[in-house]
């Protein structure tokens, strides 16, 4: 019986050894390349788990594992491309904006996505002529779409055809996601001109918009009703794409029972508030009149009435009425403005808001995020140099609770969200009499 149990503890112990011994001879011939492989595969796999459908978002730890992955992606690939590539791709950058704006103007996306099937650089030259007064050069066209096939919007099927890409998709003007009008606003012809504007105002300290137009780009947008619609566009598709995560990363909201958005726009991110809380909160946006001309077009579109959402004309640098709201939003307001101009908005605020309601500041702040975050907020710093009001800016997270603290309102706390946005909450000093 002993004689049967030491057999089996060796036989045992011999099996042990032989999956030690295995185990260690697969590890000794594990490469570098080999984790690199192993790394880069389950990258992949955790990003491709981590893409949210076009309505719905990935949970906060997802979120923070699929960023650091790409994150680190773009590090490693920035490293081990040659220096002198990464001197010449920036400078020709400019290149991939325009193929990007071309065929968005063309309706490119639209067309591949009507027709559900790849379509010849011909099939698509008729159809883009059936829209247009003037015919598009057809050795150009094909040059564009092949183009944009290198640069991911597009692919290039067999016989020539194209497709609509991942990232091409969100093109078309009926995604959920759709940044067609972002995509015309900020890559546009007029872009592209005020863009270059900046070598004078790197001089001149003016927006590149007033060095072009000579006036900002507000009071332009009054006279040129065509790119007033295509600002109106852009930013509504800029708010529909933020709303969800910061609808979600700041539940409160569902504890409003009247918003007030100052310089809400045309009302597409108000809306989007109030759709997701389908119960009892009343909406009020307050803008300069041609403004709310647009918002009375984008609402009735939206069927949505004026018990549901109140329009007020007016102007925050003159006066802010008191609407009897219990939060006040201003979404991508102050970063339009210089401290000076934003303290007069705030003092004004201050002056509608009652003791014990909240105000949230709803803005991109700098050094907030990781790396490739604080990399698109200096884009879209630049942006601002380019279209916004002189002296605009994006803030530290200090520089906006200086501003409020200025303007007599405490307690900010920051509340970042999914969209790269952060939420400020703040609430006036009013004592009680």
């Known amino acids: 019986m ?3 149990e030491r057999k089996a503890a060796a036989k045992k112990s ?8 295995t185990a260690k001879k697969l590890a000794s011939k594990i490469t570098t390349l080999h984790l690199a492989v192993i790394f880069v595969i389950a990258s992949i796999f955790l990003a491709y788990i981590c893409v949210a459908p076009p309505t719905d978002l990935p949970n906060w730890p997802l979120y923070r594992i699929n960023t650091r992955i790409w994150q680190s992606l773009e590090r490693f690939g920035k490293h081990v491309k040659p220096y002198h590539l990464r001197v010449l791709t920036s400078a020709s950058q400019h290149f991939e904006s325009r193929v990007l704006f071309l065929i968005t103007y063309m309706d490119v996306p639209d067309h591949l996505h009507n027709a559900g099937k ?3 650089c011909e099939e698509l030259k008729t159809l883009i002529d059936e829209g247009n007064v003037e015919p598009v050069n057809l050795p150009y066209l094909c040059r564009v779409l092949h183009a944009a096939s290198h640069f991911d919007f597009l692919v290039e099927a067999e016989e020539h055809k194209y497709e609509l890409s991942e990232l091409g998709k969100y093109l078309v003007k009926s995604h959920p996601k759709s940044l067609n009008g972002y995509v015309q606003m900020i890559a546009g012809d007029e872009a592209f001109i005020i863009a270059t504007a900046l070598s004078r105002s790197i001089f001149t ?4 918009f007033k060095e072009t ?3 900002e780009l507000l009071e332009h947008l009054k006279s040129d009703l065509s790119f007033q619609e ?4 852009g930013m509504a598709d800029n708010a529909r794409l933020v709303a969800p995560a910061i609808i979600a990363d700041y539940p409160s909201f569902g504890s409003c029972k009247h918003i007030c958005d100052i310089g809400g726009g045309v009302g597409s991110f108000l809306y989007s508030v109030l759709e997701y809380y389908v119960y009892g909160i009343k909406g009020t946006v307050f803008d300069l009149t041609d403004v709310i001309d647009g918002a009375k077009k ?5 069927s949505v009435t004026h018990e549901k959402i109140s329009l007020h004309t007016g102007d925050f640098f003159k006066n802010i009425p008191e609407f009897g709201c219990d939060c006040y939003i201003l979404k991508d307001i102050l970063n339009n403005w210089s401290d000076e101009a934003s303290n007069v908005i705030l003092n004004n605020l201050f002056a509608a808001v009652a003791r014990g309601n909240r105000v949230l500041i709803i803005e991109r702040v700098l050094h907030t995020g990781g790396a490739a975050e ?6 879209m710093d630049l942006t601002m140099m380019a279209f916004n009001p002189s002296h605009s800016r994006l803030r530290t997270e200090e520089e906006m609770y200086f501003l409020l603290e200025q303007s007599g309102f405490v307690e900010p706390q920051t509340y970042p969200t999914r969209a790269g946005y952060s939420i400020i909450e703040s609430f006036p000093d009013k004592k009680q009499t």
């Open 213 to 215: 137009y000579r006036e």
């Open 118 to 120: 790849p379509l010849s």
């Open 298 to 302: 984008f609402l009735e579109e939206k």
């Open 374 to 379: 604080e990399t698109f907020k200096t884009q």
């Open 230 to 233: 295509i600002f109106d566009r």
């Open 205 to 208: 300290g003016n927006s590149g």
């Open 14 to 21: 011999f099996s042990m050894a032989t999956v030690l011994a």
């Open 2 to 4: 002993i004689g049967n």
